[in-house]
């Protein structure tokens, strides 16, 4: 069993849509990162959680440290946040990575 | 200026080149990561280096090797590579040297070893 699983693995929405993305993980963590990655390459980091909610824009995450849980909500999709997002726990010996959730928003 | 900036975007080199990959922050911060990503695949982790000091070395093979000339550039050295090396090299930086400050990634380099 992975350490970190992501659900779903890939989500196909209709613009408008409010998306959202999980994280569970096994182990203890002092953080969790949420990132995104369009095709192509490059990562932005979107969030880093320890506890409790962050807001940015259109995205909330949330995380709960006893249920070893973590969500990515996108509010009023839009075909602009057609990406990976990947979520990684930060542990003593460095990040684990799960294996992402590839977004396609439909215009 | 929040941006890691890599050079080059793109590399074709064959088994027997020398080349190297660039990796530059002026954020302040003192950490600095090397990532080797597959398709479809999550980052896996290279090195890290904390206060311009090799602090992590996941087992990578030789033919990669890292440089710090200073708190700002990160470089990666690459000879003798083989075909399975093409991937995409991510460099990251953060200003905690735990992975609990937000990390800043470059657009990274694709490299095609041939």
């Known amino acids: 069993k992975n350490e970190v699983e992501q659900s779903p693995q890939n989500l196909t929405a209709q613009e408008g849509e409010f998306i959202t993305i999980n994280c569970s993980y096994s182990v203890g963590i002092s953080a969790l990162h949420w990132l995104q990655q369009h095709p192509g390459g490059g990562i932005v980091s979107l969030f880093m959680l320890s506890s409790g909610k962050k807001k940015h824009g259109r995205l909330i995450a949330t995380i709960n440290i006893q249920e070893k849980h973590s969500s990515l909500h996108i509010t009023a999709s839009h075909p602009r946040d057609s990406a990976v997002y990947i979520c990684a726990v930060v542990r003593a010996d460095g990040l684990t990575f799960g294996k992402g959730t590839h977004l396609i928003i439909q215009p | 200026d929040t941006e890691v900036t890599q050079t080059p975007k793109h590399l074709v080199m064959g088994m027997t080149n020398k080349k190297s990959l660039k990796c530059e922050q002026h954020m302040g911060h003192r950490a600095m990561y090397w990532y080797k990503q597959k398709a479809k695949k999550p980052p896996e982790l290279m090195f890290v280096y904390s206060y311009e000091k090799l602090s992590i070395n996941e087992s990578v093979p030789s033919r990669f090797s890292p440089e710090c000339p200073n708190s700002s550039l990160l470089n990666l050295h690459l000879h003798a590579l083989q075909p399975e090396d093409s991937a995409l090299y991510l460099c990251?930086?953060?200003?905690?040297?735990?992975?609990?400050?937000?990390?800043?990634f470059g657009e990274g380099s694709r490299l095609t070893v041939l």
């Open positions: 990251a930086s953060s200003d905690a040297p735990s992975f609990t400050g937000e990390l800043f």
